[in-house]
């Protein structure tokens, strides 16, 4: 059974009736085709106009989907031969990120993603996606893999945020996140960074620092979460739909506000609807990205790189106001 | 404890007069929370807002670590026309337009974080320092170009850059600006590195969320004040998520030092010496 979401249920609803006239119809019953027809024809256009207008606080709510594609789906579906690899070297592994290298074709590309869990096990295993400073440092182990072999680097963004806890703490978490940013500023390979799910705050950008930042159709990207925005400048859990629109968080306004550079087509109804044509897009969206970015040469593009971030941001100087968009 | 006893005990903290006024005719006392010590205000203000008891340090701003780190306390101050905007449009219970405004008069100051260049130890160096009472000593998109600007100035002149982070976190009425100030304050200390321009940081009370996972924690040096609070998360969220008490100390730079994340731990008035000092093994 599909999982429908609080704004899809009209969607459910049509579809439960359809689900209804085709076992009358295997029964025997008189179903006329086109009834049939009628109603799947319903479906489609009530998801468009459903989709069309989500709201920021929606799209936060199909960025955390139970069936939406998670880095593992994608990489195992849209690479000809993909190839875990563990450990961060200095005693731990964390299985909240996942990273290896992955062959498109003729392409190697070191993947480094966040595994949320696709189940209660795996998302309990994967700590549901929220790293501990190991799985930063464990990232930029694999990114320092790739400058060596030069192979560009892609990033699948997916979590609800680094770890808050004690170990986190006690192991750095705030230095192995800023280590990060450090390191991939510099980088002397590619790196395209892909928001497939939930990019909040720090814990995304710790595997977010890159050449490009694309953002699939159905994802966020804040500095906060929307529910910890409400308790923090609310004081209350219920200004999570007022947050979610005033935080900006979603692809279009971060594509207005030059901070993305592209968004990713999703189908109709979200990745989730039709995993490996997400994963098709997907795959030949890394291939064109990397493409156009392999063609310039190192240098300018670490400048380049750095230019981007350096120039983000907006202040009054004087009377004067500067804006990055 | 019985609940009549709680009462008692609630109405005797009533009977005790507010900190500040006992004694004082007009607020030239205060009691250090760590000792509850009665402190006159001028001696502190001498100590540079340490307790001569008991060694807590009281959380000051900028301006009292320029005068502390800047020879004969003459310095200047750089980029200081730089203000945020409420480019978002970002309302929440108050606008942030709002909090500016409030922010600015209640501090007198323009932003969460000033720089300034003068001789320390005869040498000349850049300091960035932040204000932790501007809207929480938040990372807008100001503090990002400052700080930024504040590493230029180093590589220009080539001298060390000293930060001083004092910090909640990103400020979150710019949103995804805020986040990128990360990535913007982190990228532009490659180029220090590159060009061997050292750069210190003096941790102090508070720093966490953003500022400490980017420039706070990428310095070459990290020389810490005695108990301040230095993390990632907030010690609130931590004990939402754990679900138990933190234990005291926890997130302290005494915490920090045991786990290998700061240099050492330096009490206010040997900051400058410190630096000095630094300053010779780089140099000689
Ligand atoms: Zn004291």
Redesign the pocket.
């Known amino acids: 059974m599909p999982t429908y979401l609080e704004f899809e249920r009209p969607i459910e609803e049509l579809e439960t009736q359809l689900q209804h006239m085709l076992q009358q119809k295997e029964r025997g019953e008189n179903i006329p085709d086109e009834e049939i027809e009628k109603i799947k024809k319903e479906i489609i256009k009530k998801r468009k106009e459903i989709y069309e207008n989500l709201t920021p606080w929606e799209r936060v709510l199909l960025s955390r989907h139970p069936d939406r594609p998670q880095a593992l789906y994608y990489l195992n579906t849209m690479c000809d031969d993909w190839l875990e690899l563990h450990g961060d070297r200095m005693g731990h592994d964390d299985p909240a990120i996942v990273g290896g290298f992955g062959l498109l074709g003729k392409k190697t590309v070191m993947f480094i993603g966040q595994q949320k869990g696709t189940n209660t096990k795996e998302r309990q295993y994967r700590n549901f996606g929220m790293a501990n400073p190991e799985g930063y440092r464990k990232a930029l182990r694999l990114m320092k893999l790739a400058e060596k072999y030069g192979k560009p680097v892609v990033t699948l963004v997916d979590t609800p945020g680094a770890f808050p806890g004690m170990e986190a703490e006690e192991r750095g978490q705030a230095e192995a996140i800023a280590r990060n940013l450090f390191e991939m500023a510099r980088l002397r390979v590619p790196i395209l960074v892909i928001i497939i799910g939930e990019g909040a705050s720090g814990g995304a950008l710790g595997i977010g620092v890159g050449d490009r930042i694309l953002m699939m159709e159905n994802t966020w990207f804040s500095v906060i979460s929307p529910e910890s925005c409400s308790s923090i400048l609310w004081r209350d859990w219920d200004h999570k739909k007022e947050a979610a629109e005033a935080l900006k968080l979603t692809p279009q306004y971060l594509y207005n506000y030059k901070i993305i550079d592209d968004i990713i087509k999703e189908p109709v109804g979200g990745a989730h609807v039709d995993p490996e044509k997400a994963a098709k897009i997907l795959r030949r969206e890394i291939l064109k990205h990397l493409k156009e970015l392999e063609e310039i040469p190192i240098d300018k593009l670490l400048a380049k790189r750095l230019e981007k971030y350096r120039r983000i941001g907006v202040y009054k100087e004087g009377d004067k106001v500067i804006s990055s968009f | 404890m019985s609940w009549f006893k709680k009462i008692k005990e609630r109405a005797k903290q009533q009977l005790l007069p507010p900190p500040q006024k006992k004694d004082t005719p007009n607020g030239v006392w205060t009691r ?6 009665m ?1 006159s205000i001028i001696d502190l203000e001498q100590n540079w807002h340490v ?1 001569p ?4 340090h009281f959380r000051v701003g900028s301006e009292v670590y320029f005068n502390l780190l800047f020879d004969n306390g003459k310095y200047e101050e750089l980029f200081d026309d730089l203000e945020s905007i409420d480019f978002l449009g970002f309302v929440d219970r108050k606008p942030y337009s709002l909090r500016i405004e409030e922010a600015k008069r209640k501090t007198g100051l323009k932003e969460a974080i000033r720089v300034a260049t003068g001789n320390i130890g005869r040498n000349k160096m850049v300091v960035a320092a932040m204000d932790f009472d501007f809207i929480g000593g938040s990372m807008g998109s100001v503090v990002g170009e400052k700080f930024a600007r504040a590493a230029e100035y180093a590589l220009e002149h080539k001298i060390p850059l000293i930060a001083i982070p004092k910090s909640g976190g990103a400020r979150m009425m710019e949103s995804a600006f805020s986040l990128m100030q990360m990535a913007k304050t982190s990228a532009i200390l490659t180029k220090l590195s590159e060009a061997g321009i050292p750069y210190w940081v003096i941790l102090t009370d508070p720093t966490t969320g953003g500022v400490t996972a980017s420039f706070a924690m990428l310095g070459d040096v990290h020389i810490a004040e005695p108990g301040a609070l230095i993390g990632f998360a907030g010690p609130r969220v931590i004990e939402q998520t754990i679900r138990k008490k933190l234990p005291p100390g926890f997130q302290r730079s005494e915490f920090l030092l045991d786990h290998g994340l700061v240099d050492f731990i330096v009490p206010r008035h040997k900051l400058k010496d410190t630096i000095i000092r630094l300053y010779k093994f780089y140099k000689y």
């Open positions: 250090c929370p760590a000792c509850k010590e402190l307790c008891n008991c060694n807590y």
